[in-house]
């Protein structure tokens, strides 16, 4: 009997032990090289965290590690500029290496090192080393002696984000973007503005976001018939915008703003109906679908509206990156407005659709010379992109790869994999309200961006992958994050490895860690995996 017990303490204790600190974590670095003699170093509380002095962005990174460390593990570092010998962690720069993003952790005699080719690398390195550790901190933690390598393999790794048909409050957004940045994530689509609400301030035109926000009530269920009476509203101030870009800065997350037109207007049309082409008058919508009601291209009052929001979107929104929308915007009013007719006569056009394109034209013109790279929805590629135009493709990945034999950059987004509105669990009807669909943790894994169709050449312009989070059917902020957890897990492996290191069961057996965190942390995910 006392053997047993024995036994069985070792083996907890091993465990334990292993529990403490492993470096396979999500998204897995590409090489992990352990010391063969097994020796550890020893981190004690209050440990000293090493950074350049006079580096803004690695000091910023230091205190990012400690307060990590801190919610995480409740464990506590002390960041130091050049703290030299008493240093147990040092942060540096100077790793020579193509890609930016590359970074190197090395944990030896002399403490941890997280040395990368730029200060975002080191961030990324940060977050490495802040998995690897986990949740037990205690007195000390043992950390065996290794050597990480590690870079990412897609520039863009995105998550999108829909608070429009719900709106999400401040402090959630910067919870969502810490969760982003531990997977390693670097772009913020933001979608700000819907048939079911227009919510971000547009300071020349104070009653768009203050009367264009708010619905006066929300359907129940799918389009259910019956609405809860209730006014629903809400929107981002400027200043409110300006502290989540800064906020995403600091986690070397860039946040692109989506206004999405011509179509997904009706919060615009119910405060200027003159924009439509039958004169409205329009109400923000109640329900989901989309609408027939958009805004009209041949009004000339149309592009000047459109220009003056985006003179003051770019203003607050530094992204190199802004998203025009582009999706379902029907063209059946177009078809009947003289306005529109007569504009397609001046303009030579034949059919509704290359109005559209003649909007994205002229928005494209305007964002360029600001210094600005427009991104469209899939359908922007139907009327032909200008040069410089992004696509995202979403309906499957024909667009996407009609794009990239175009020499358009690509975004990858199908729905079929990275549409997280989509049910993650099949036949469990305990689980929270989804759209629809199916698209298991097991799904986005396995998801491979490139199609093999494109060439080597072509493959390029296929700059990353996206989940997308779209809330009809999310209206707060826990749905929200059991929508993302654990299939963003999935998708930061699309994102970070190369598609030969890709491994599902490996995958899953590292996957519990990363759900102690979040348990940790109070994060919702979905506890099933299939
Ligand atoms: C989209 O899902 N309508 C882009
Ligand atoms: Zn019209």
Known sequence: MKRIFLTLCVTCMAAIAWAQVSYEVIPLPRSIELSKKGETF?????????YPAGNEQMASNAELLAEYLRTDADFALEPKADAGKRAAITLSLGLKKENPEAY?????????????????????????????IGTEGGERIELPYVTIQDEPRFSYRGVHFDTARHFFPVDFLKQFIDVMALHGCNQFHWHLTEDQGWRFEVKSMPELAEKGSVRQQTVLG????????????????????????????????????????PGHMLGALHVYPELGCTGGPYEVWPHWGVSEDVLCAGNPKTLEFLKR???????????????????????VRWKHCPKCQAKMKELGLTREAELQTYINKEMDKYLTAKGRTL??????????????GIVMSWRGMKGGIEAARQHHRVIMTPTDYCYIDYAQLKDDWAQPQSIGGYVPVSKVYSMEPVPSELSEEEGKYIIGPQVNLWTEYVGFPEHAMYMLLPRLDAMSEVQWL????????????????????????????CYKQE
């Open 104 to 132: 190197q952790i090395t944990v030896g005699k002399r403490g941890i090192t997280i040395q990368g080719v730029t200060e975002e690398a080191v961030f990324r390195g940060i977050m490495t080393l802040r998995k690897a």
């Open 222 to 261: 799918r389009n259910a018939g019956i609405y809860d009476g209730q006014p629903y509203g809400g929107y981002y101030t400027q200043a409110e915008c300006r502290e989540i870009v800064a906020y995403a800065a600091k986690r070397f997350i860039n946040v692109i703003p989506e206004i999405d037109l």
């Open 375 to 388: 991104i469209g929805w899939d359908e922007t590629l139907e009327g032909g992109l200008s040069e410089n």
């Open 498 to 525: 190369p598609k030969e290191r890709k491994d599902l069961d490996s995958f899953k057996a590292r996957l519990p860690r990363m759900l102690e965190l979040y348990r940790k942390l109070g994060y919702k995910y």
């Open 309 to 331: 929001v985006y003179d003051e979107l770019c203003d607050v929104f530094p992204s190199k990156l802004i998203h025009i929308g582009g999706d379902e915007s029907p063209r």
């Open 42 to 50: 020893v981190l004690g509380q209050h440990a000293v965290v090493a």
